[in-house]
């Protein structure tokens, strides 16, 4: 089956760069119908306000909760993505979660752009450390018991799975690294 | 390329796919969050008042900016005259997400454009066509928009640019580097600049479209000629009912090639803003700037 990338707004493209580097099929996501033709789908870094109201009016979030609950679908979110599938968002005008992992995320936690920075980051079951980068990103303030934390950068997680569900704050995709798409391939 | 402002690129590449609004008050920039803007722009004027109106149109107040920047929570972007390195640096303390460098306001400078290097702020500028967008990604421009004829309600100009950008990166496969080289040195870039657009076949950094974007069907025709996200002015909040033509444009930027969904939400839309003819201009906005 092929790899979705949900693909209303953001940086979706970068995935699909990505995806293409490592010889899988991707699919740019936009309805339910697309939603069939998929058991992997990762959700990309952009405003988590827009891609929330795709998610509403298409009812393409009502149909990633059921897949998810049924175990059919594994999920990547990145910055954005990690915000919408939290359980709980906090912060300004924040959007409705799909609440498919156990934490909670504070929306552009670090600040304006001026706050954005790139580093690198050691991931648990990756050899090599990743430069990446936080775009106005959130923070992660809470993991629950069943939540595994996969990499932290300044006393914050910022990779975390539970289950088959994947969340990261920061973007791999814009510095064309594929390690953390790999570890997400094996979920 | 030295003095890139990566991180800037990196947020231009976050805004893809999404419509990017013109608000004159922090009610509106809520309005246009709510509708689903991925980003607004702070001004004192729409283009189509400042044209109307005539006068120096400057850099707002910092006072509307900073009320902006707590009414919303999605990337607040704010205008400054041409060549006003002052004006960027106010809107650089006042720590706003992108500083839209624009001819929308009246030049400040008949020389330069500002050094845009020297930021930690990224800008976004506008191009009419290949070279000049090359000159502003030079000067350190994280993103690119095209300047179409702003507050005309008129999507022609917006079309001009964008194809014509399209056009001479594809005129460039066919150059040898001879003429590569003639051609950067007359448009006063890089020989370096102009190979890695040619490889990539695009412009290096993300590439919206503004000027003249009144109704969704215009975005839509935008998105398909290749635009990577669209800039609305005036054709929100100059329309009849803000809120549904803000809703529409948005659901067209990211439906483009759904032309179902985009007779949906064309379908009984209020009034859009009325529009005028380009060649009845006094002045065009899109010739500032070089």
Redesign the interface.
Known sequence: MAIGVL????????HLEILRTLTVTGLEV?SLDDLKKIDRLIIP???S??IS??LAETGVGKEIIRRVHESTLAVYGT??GAILIARNIT????PRPLGLIDITID??AY????Q???TEIIVKGIAKKLPV?F??APIITKVGTDVQILSMHKGHPVLVQQGRILAGTF?PE?REQFAVHKLFLRL | MKGRN???E??A??????VIMDVVTAKQAVIA?KA????VMALERVPSDIRAQGGVARMSDPKLIKEI?KA?????MAKVRIGHTAEARIL?AL????IDESEVLTPADPFAHVEKRSF???FVCGATNLGEALRRINEGAAMIRTKGEAGTGNVVEAVRHLKMIKKEIADLQKMSPGQLKKWATEQRVPVDLLLKVKKAQRLPVVTFVAGGVATPADAALLMMLGAEGVFVGSGIFKSADPRRTAEAI?QAT??YNDAKKLAEVSTGLPQPMAGLEISALGSRMQERGW
């Open positions: 693909a209303f707004h953001g940086d979706f493209a970068e936009r870094g952009g405003e306000t827009v109201r795709f910055c954005a912060g300004k005008n924040a929306r552009n600040g304006s752009q001026m954005s920075f790139e980068a775009i106005r973007h814009v | 990566i991180l800037g990196d947020l590449r976050m805004l893809k796919g999404g969050e689903g803007a991925c980003a920047q919303v929570s999605i990337p607040v650089e720590e706003i997400d992108f930690n702020i990224p948005v990211v439906h």
